[in-house]
């Protein structure tokens, strides 16, 4: 009569020596600290690459958020004349699908100061636009910190950053002189112009350098300044979805025709959204570092549960185990310290994103520092973004290689030979 245990694959039988094998014992220490550093090394691993992969998501976001808050889509300029039939190519583009709002602008170059002080000026960018665009500009009209918008286009108020209003020392309704050298040409040379304007609204963007270097004047007001009359520099043109510039490029340029040019937003910051996509591949793989050296943790001490455990193999052979019962008893053993370890850095990974900010205002508080000082950093606050798809290929992929370790070491368990094993016992 045969003696050959019937055991199911992965069933009752090798679950419950895979747990055994877990367990840690006062005479297995050694093997017991490996697997809990392995353990520890695996969730940590995955919680620290799942977070970076987040901060760099969200920082890319914000990024975007605030680029695309106070730009166009899409920049039409013309080439070599005047642009004086923006309201003609406005009416050209207005039927394209997916196309918002077209937005005339005028910008130039210009000294501001404040009017009733002398000593102090500094160097802007003047946006000359309609109200109705303005308010269209999320950050500028939602960012509002004092005054308002109405009447802006009949009147000759001008709008502020808060960090440009303070350096300057003026508020709502205090005046402020822009002095230009785009004024009338004589017959020696162009006439600087300057001129006085009230300040009608405050805001705040979020992004030190925009907060302190721009302002905003009435198209009309900006084309007379500048002398630009009945025209303007560029045209702006905003879409529903800003990350499909490149599908509806085409459309443009065929309505648009011959004597323009057309930039994306894509292309305007090509080389700082470049940056930010290098250090985020970057920090991929070297915090992917952490994970491996986790899973050759797991590697070795699978290995020495094994050396451990040859007496118990012999034994669990003799009794009809089969070769391939003991390599599932060991893959489930390491498996489940890799697969267990990755669900919990899954767990701590959403922990640490969703307290991100408050993470960061208590690391300035306990150093007295300012993380991410707005007048150094561009995004001001952090914010973390789980993608799910990058998220889940973290965690899959940390699961299929907790399984991939432990092969080599579970087929040496089940090439144990129980003779051999047993044979000084």
């Known amino acids: 009569m045969s003696t050959t245990t019937d055991t199911t694959p992965f069933g009752p039988f090798e679950w419950m020596f895979a747990s055994r094998y877990l367990r840690p014992r006062r005479k297995e220490g050694l093997i017991s600290v490996i697997a809990i550093i392995s353990f520890l090394g695996i969730m940590l691993g995955v ?17 975007t958020t605030k680029l695309l808050g106070l730009n166009g889509h899409f920049v039409i300029s013309k080439l070599g004349e005047p642009f004086t039939d923006f309201d003609d190519v406005s009416e050209r583009l207005k039927t394209i699908p997916g196309l918002q709002r077209t937005m005339p602008v005028i910008e130039g170059q210009a000294l501001f100061s404040n009017a009733a002080a002398t000593g102090f000026s500094t160097a802007v960018l003047v946006r000359g ?15 509002l910190r004092g005054g308002s918008l109405d009447g802006f286009d009949d009147g000759d108020g001008i709008a502020l950053g808060l960090r440009l209003a303070n350096s300057l020392g003026v508020n709502i309704g205090d005046q402020v002189k822009l002095i230009t050298n785009r004024g009338k040409s004589t017959i020696f040379g162009a006439k600087p112009n300057n001129k006085n304007y009230t300040v009608s609204a405050l805001f705040e963007i979020g992004m030190a350098e925009y907060d302190k270097t721009i302002a905003f004047l009435p198209l009309h007001e900006a084309q007379a300044f500048f002398n630009y009359p009945n025209q303007t520099n560029v045209l702006e043109v905003m879409v529903d979805n800003p990350d499909l510039v490149k599908s509806m490029r085409p459309a443009i340029e065929a309505r648009l025709g011959k004597g323009y040019t057309l930039s994306d937003w894509e292309q305007r910051n090509a080389t700082i959204l470049s940056v930010i996509d290098v250090e985020r591949n970057l920090m991929f793989f070297v915090v992917s570092l952490i994970t491996i050296v986790a899973m050759l943790n797991v590697i070795s001490g699978l290995t020495m549960l094994v050396k451990d455990k040859g007496r118990d193999v012999a034994i669990l052979r003799t009794m009809g185990a089969t070769p391939g019962s003991v390599m599932r008893i060991f893959l489930m053993t390491g498996a489940a310290i890799g697969i267990v370890g ?15 900010e408050a993470i960061r205002s208590f690391i300035g508080w306990a150093t007295g520092t300012t993380p991410f000082d707005p007048n150094v950093y561009v995004v001001t606050k952090l914010k973390a973004v789980m993608d799910p798809v990058v998220t889940g290929s973290i965690v899959l992929g940390s699961m299929i290689l907790s399984v991939l370790a432990t092969i080599v070491p579970s087929w040496r368990a089940s090439r144990i030979d129980p003779v051999e094993a047993l044979r000084y016992e």
């Open 129 to 143: 636009m309609r109200a109705d665009d303005i308010s269209n500009l999320k950050l500028v009209a939602g960012g």
């Open 342 to 356: 990755t669900v919990a850095g899954l767990i701590l990974a959403i922990i640490f994103c969703a307290n991100v």
């Open 47 to 63: 919680a620290t690459l799942i977070s970076v992969m987040a901060l760099f998501t969200g920082v890319r976001q914000e990024l």
